[in-house]
């Protein structure tokens, strides 16, 4: 019956097929699995071939075959436009098939593909067609449309660019997302040295390397490099790179990435930083505890020791000078804590508000506060704050900095030499430095240079050493984010680097 | 009692006073001899003069300026087989730390670590172990 139909539907009216080679055609086109429409502009007759109903799933007959059907119940709403334009648009022979989406019996719109032609040898009244069932190409199309789009939102979200290197010819390919993170037009070709010469130039022979390496030992390499992008923005970036090998072992493609990980560098690096500054803080802390209990401990032991010692005497003359002992044991008792109590307020004093203050005229009232000392010994002190007048500070340190360094510079004059103390500060970048001279007896640093600033550390037969004064001074400045380094020779002099902020 | 040549290292002058003065009271005869800093004490040993003056027993604390006790033993190891004398030497310190104590147990030039106050009891034992082995 269908090929009956065929044939009455279709227009093989035309003579140049005989009726064996018609019918032979009929039944090839109800076999293919596509349809075949035609439609008379003048008449608006329509004729679909069996195919054509069975592509949407009906039986040959089962819906009515007119125009009100194809374009008021098959054909989306939105594809009429495209379908009446391919109509209409006859004027060039070739035209290109359309995409539509139809109604099918059983399982909703389906994508089908339409060629649109008019006949040629006829007045161009009529219009023909076959179409096909295009659903799962299409599918895969708008599939894979959607998937390179995550893509390319996942790169960008991840801020993730891929370049490769030819090993052979050295020719590098560089994904838009690299351009991106490079702030430059896609057009432009680099070479690896320009590549290169985009990180800051700390970092560049570490990827050199790491590329020579990756091409010609097969390395794979990780990194995380400070870059510099075309319009001058610094960034940290993930340089990642991987070889792909061939069967001989040889290296053809380094496949590369290159990830914008600014953000959560910064933070991991200031993280860093604290814990740096809480790990300086816990050894202080501990370092205290330490000093409390040892100090402490010496001197109540020696109380301890003393009351035993009157207790076993009945002598008179034993008894007073065992007591003068005693006295001395409670006034050392008191500078000890007093000394921890300096430590102490070294912490709570550093949410002290910090205020610019002037190096010249602090240390000027310093001088003033120890002048009989300078006097006695005659010394000779220089300053020259010019390349960093004034420094946001806490007052109170930059006072106790200064008075101790200049009095440990009095204490620990040469004794064959007028003593010369030379104060100064420098602005280097970021960094204001205040250093410290003088040509004292010095420090033997091979032997002591770890406990210099270290607590009743004395390393000088001197009375007066205290072990006290570095010991704050270096708490003071490391308080505030400095440092304190020192170099020193014997019996030439000794020279304090302070970095202050 | 054999009085036994004694000697104290320690720059704590209160406490080496009341060392003294306990070995006096208990025990009149005995000779203190006492050292600020390891340096003096190294300076003593090896000078000739004092070569039959040599303490039995040391004495040694940690914390000291110049050279400190551990300094002081390198020094020791160095010149103890050129004395005329076994010498014992006790650490006598303040020093809690555990660092402190298990350094001294490593060096076996170290009889023992005793923490400061020390009794009378403790000293006796000591000087009377001493002797016996002496």
Partial sequence: MSNEQAIDNMSFSEDKFSDDSRLHLAQIIDNINAGIWEYNINTRVIKWSAGFYTLLGYEPGEIECSNHTFFEQLLYHQDKTIFLNALTNQNSKQSNPVQVRLLTKSSGYHWFESTVKRYPDTKAKTIYGSIINIHDYKQAQLKAARDDLNYADTLRIAKLGSWEIEAGSLNLTLSKHTYDIFELQAEVKLTIDEVISFFEPQHRATLQTAINNALEFCQPYDLELLFRTAKNHVLWVKAKGVPIINEYGKCIIVKNIIQDIDNSKRKGLSLESSLNLLTDQNKRLQNFAYIVSHNLRSHTGNLQFMVKLYEETDVREDRAEIFSHIKSIGSSLNSTIEHLNEIVKIQTEITNERSVINFESIFKNVQLAIKSNIDALNAHIEYDFSQCTEISYVPAYMESILQNLLTNALKYSHPDRQPFIKCYTIKDRNYVYLIFEDNGIGIDLERYGDKVFGMYKTFHQNPDARGIGLFITRNQIEALGGTIKVESTVNIGTKFTIKLV | ?134
Avoid at chain 2, 39 to 46: N, R, S
Avoid at chain 2, 47 to 75: Q, R, S, T, Y
């Fill in chain 2, 1 to 134: 009692m054999i009085d036994l040549n004694t000697c104290i290292i320690d720059n704590n002058s209160t406490y080496v006073y009341g060392f003294k003065k306990m070995i006096s009271l208990k025990n009149a005869g005995q000779q203190v001899t006492h050292f600020n800093n390891g340096v003096e004490a190294i300076d003593y040993l090896k000078n000739p003069l004092n070569a039959f003056n040599l303490p039995d027993i040391i004495f040694l604390d940690i914390n000291m300026p110049v050279m400190n006790g551990w300094e002081f033993m390198n020094e020791f190891v160095e010149i103890k087989s050129q004395l005329r004398k076994k010498i014992s030497i006790y650490i006598l310190s303040a020093s809690a730390d555990i660092n402190d104590i298990e350094r001294a147990k490593n060096i076996s030039d170290i009889s023992d670590y005793i923490l400061k106050p020390v009794d009378w009891c403790r000293l006796e034992e000591i000087f009377n172990s001493l002797q016996m082995a002496g």
